[in-house]
Antibody
Framework: QITLKESGPTLVKPTQTLTLTCTFS??????????VGWIRQPPGKALEWLAL???????RYSPSLKTRLTITKDTSKNQVVLTMTNMDPVDTATYYC???????????WGQGSLVTVSS | DIQVTQSPSSLSASVGERVTITCRAS??????LNWYQHKPGKAPKLLIY???NLQGGVPSRFSGSGSGTDFTLTISSLQPEDFAAYYC?????????FGQGTRLEIK
């Protein structure tokens, strides 16, 4: 049974760096083809893909956010970490991490973590 | 980057109706297109992957079709639990995007 759970601050100030952790179980990020992605949804808006990390440490990013994002994995802890620098109120959103068996679609999702950016 | 145009943006329908949502890609993506259902306060749910493959546990009233640039998600007979937002996601290559979403409401 695959589960994922996001953790991190619920409130960050503008210009700060956000660090979100996705802790998962039921699969290994050392298995060929497997990936974990991050997706967010600002209030009232559509889903937005942010980043993806593959089993072989290949990392992919949204071009519009690439300079601000870093995705890493710790296979010993079954965790994936997303950092986003220089946070702005427009980054207020629910952030989801999700499992992908192939890197092409997301079949298991975390419950989401609401992050508010405000001074 | 591959963009998708999803339509309609909102749709009102009744229980038992057949509804279709479309997604058009900015270039040919073969069958690399996925569909998700999203309800408020819950995680998105994968419905269809690779254009026409029903994810395990998803009711058979959901179906997907298409290839190249034009894709459809069809719900053959709407049930009360189907009222939600739906998103397409092309997966031909990264960076990925999501469609703008279709909000399916009760008429």
């Amino acid at each position: 049974q695959i589960t994922l759970k996001e953790s991190g601050p619920t409130l960050v100030k503008p210009t700060q760096t956000l660090t979100l952790t996705c802790t998962f179980s039921g699969f290994s990020l050392t298995t060929g083809g497997v990936a974990v992605g991050w997706i967010r949804q600002p209030p009232g808006k559509a889903l937005e893909w942010l980043a993806l990390i593959y089993w072989d440490d290949d990392q992919r990013y949204s071009p519009s956010l690439k300079t601000r994002l870093t995705i890493t994995k710790d296979t010993s802890k079954n965790q994936v970490v997303l950092t986003m620098t220089n946070m702005d109120p427009v980054d207020t959103a629910t952030y989801y991490c999700a499992h992908s068996p192939s890197g092409r679609f997301f079949d298991y999702w975390g419950q989401g973590s609401l992050v508010t950016v405000s001074s | 980057d591959i963009q998708v145009t999803q339509s309609p943006s909102s749709l009102s329908a009744s229980v038992g109706e057949r509804v279709t949502i479309t997604c058009r890609a900015s270039q040919s993506i073969s069958t690399y297109l996925n569909w998700y259902q999203h309800k408020p306060g819950k995680a998105p749910k994968l419905l269809i992957y690779a254009a026409s493959n029903l994810q395990g546990g998803v009711p058979s009233r959901f179906s997907g079709s298409g290839s190249g640039t034009d894709f459809t998600l069809t719900i053959s007979s709407l049930q009360p639990e189907d009222f939600a937002a739906y998103y397409c996601q092309p997966s031909y290559t990264t960076p990925y995007t999501f469609g703008q979403g279709t909000r399916l409401e009760i008429k």
